[in-house]
């Protein structure tokens, strides 16, 4: 019983105490004195298991950064754009295998230095007519839609 009493106490203390972080911190940033994108960039450099935790417990934002919501949004606009030229060459019947290869997109931009690049660095990939044309980044596995690098329906 005393065991059980113990744990409660030990319990109810640490929430006490994450309470009084969490009020510190947003008095903190109430005042000026702590940056917000501080606590976001500490929160990111933990380990993958304690940064989740990190986060609701600070309530930290996790929002997409402008730069990386643009390179997301040419990405998706290139997508589109390969894609459009996919079906346009389909259409066209420029293409034997069932699949289109990146000579023909390429002829279709008037050359390999008009196809389109990933701007976050990615790689595009083709894939079959049933298939989107797709970013190596993808989903990239965040909460966030606005820094995704794909495309979902056409």
Same mark, same amino acid.
Not at 91 to 100: C, K, Y
């Given at each position: &019983?005393?065991?059980? %009493?113990?744990?409660? &106490?030990?319990?109810?203390?640490?929430?006490?105490?994450?309470?009084?972080?969490?009020?510190?911190?947003?008095?903190?940033?109430?005042?000026?004195?702590?940056?917000?994108?501080?606590?976001?960039?500490?929160?990111?450099?933990?380990?993958?298991?304690?940064?989740?935790?990190?986060?609701?417990?600070?309530?930290?934002?996790?929002?997409?950064?402008?730069?990386?919501? +643009?390179?997301? *949004?040419?990405?998706?606009?290139?997508?589109?754009?390969?894609?459009?030229?996919?079906? *346009?060459?389909?259409?066209?019947?420029? %293409?034997?295998?069932?699949?289109?290869?990146?000579?023909?997109?390429?002829?279709?931009?008037?050359?390999?230095? +008009?196809?389109?690049?990933?701007?976050?660095? !990615?790689?595009?990939?083709?894939?079959?007519?049933? +298939? &989107?044309?797709?970013?190596?980044?993808?989903?990239? !596995?965040?909460?966030?839609? !606005?820094?995704?690098?794909?495309?979902?329906?056409?």
């Amino acid at each position: &019983m005393a065991r059980t %009493f113990k744990r409660r &106490m030990i319990k109810a203390v640490k929430v006490i105490l994450g309470l009084l972080i969490l009020a510190v911190v947003e008095l903190g940033i109430l005042w000026g004195i702590i940056d917000p994108r501080e606590i976001r960039d500490a929160a990111h450099n933990k380990v993958a298991g304690a940064t989740g935790s990190v986060k609701s417990a600070l309530a930290v934002d996790s929002s997409v950064s402008p730069a990386a919501a +643009q390179r997301a *949004a040419l990405c998706r606009e290139n997508l589109k754009r390969i894609e459009s030229a996919k079906r *346009a060459i389909h259409s066209r019947g420029g %293409f034997a295998t069932g699949a289109v290869s990146w000579t023909e997109v390429e002829a279709h931009f008037g050359g390999a230095l +008009q196809v389109p690049r990933c701007p976050g660095g !990615g790689e595009y990939y083709l894939g079959t007519m049933e +298939q &989107m044309a797709r970013c190596s980044i993808g989903g990239n !596995g965040t909460p966030d839609r !606005g820094d995704d690098h794909l495309v979902i329906g056409f």
